[in-house]
């Protein structure tokens, strides 16, 4: 059965702190891994990755996979309080799995 | 439209009735998705349309819930006869052929009284 594993399942940190998310998975058909930021109803789209090894950025957030170890991470750096989401994985290729997200909460 | 939307936002219903949520995909998105997700959970998948390809419903969790969808467009999901344990958040997205990313809308919260 098809599966994506995220961890941890929630995260407490102070502004200004790195935090990584991961995120491993077991999708038959895979071809994309998918980061997602959740903070009332819709997920909002943050990264796509297909190839191992590629980090991709965006300001503080970045995030690389390794499809040799099946698995991937999110880090954002000098987090901000509104940093705080849950934060979703998801692979697979037309039809996605979604992991149950980690719970990011940044204090001020 | 900018992006993908869903009506009603909020429904409250008694058990035993009939619900009809609606999503209008991005323009051109061939593809369309309905999720479930219950409160603390995960996105739990429903159905998936692609182009006029008859539709994958592995996820339909009871004979209770359909799902239709107008050409490349509208879809309604319908859950007849609710029961408490449907109340969740039902989300729909949208997607390019053959591009992995899916947008979501915002939702409809359904509870189930």
Redesign the interface.
């Known amino acids: 059965e098809d599966k994506v594993v995220q961890s941890p399942l929630s995260l407490v940190v102070h502004e200004g702190d790195t935090v990584t998310l991961n995120c491993s998975y077991e999708v038959t058909n895979f071809r994309s891994l998918l980061w997602y930021k959740q903070e009332k109803k819709a997920p909002t789209f943050l990264f796509m990755l297909t190839s191992s090894g590629i980090e991709k950025k965006s300001g503080r957030l970045s995030s690389i996979l390794d499809k040799k170890e099946l698995s991937s991470i999110l880090n954002i750096t000098a987090t901000q309080t509104g940093d705080s989401a849950i934060y979703l994985c998801a692979g697979g290729s037309e039809k996605l799995v979604f992991g149950k997200g980690t719970k990011l909460t940044v204090n001020p | 439209g900018a992006g993908v939307s869903q009506s009603p936002s909020n429904k409250v219903t008694e058990k035993g009735k009939d619900v009809e949520l609606r999503c209008d995909p991005i323009s051109g998105h061939t593809?369309l998705?309905w999720?479930r997700q219950r409160l603390g959970?995960?996105?739990e998948?429903l159905i998936?349309f692609?182009g006029n390809s008859a539709p994958?419903k592995s996820g339909l969790p009871s004979d209770r819930f359909s799902a239709e969808r107008t050409g490349e467009s509208v879809s309604t999901l319908t859950i007849q006869r609710t029961q408490q344990e449907d109340s969740a958040?039902y989300?729909c997205a949208s997607?390019s052929l053959?591009v992995?990313?899916?947008?979501?809308?915002?939702?409809t919260?359904l509870t189930v009284l």
């Open positions: 593809a998705y999720y959970q995960g996105l998948f998936y692609q994958d958040v989300l997607s053959r992995d990313t899916q947008y979501f809308g915002p939702g919260r």
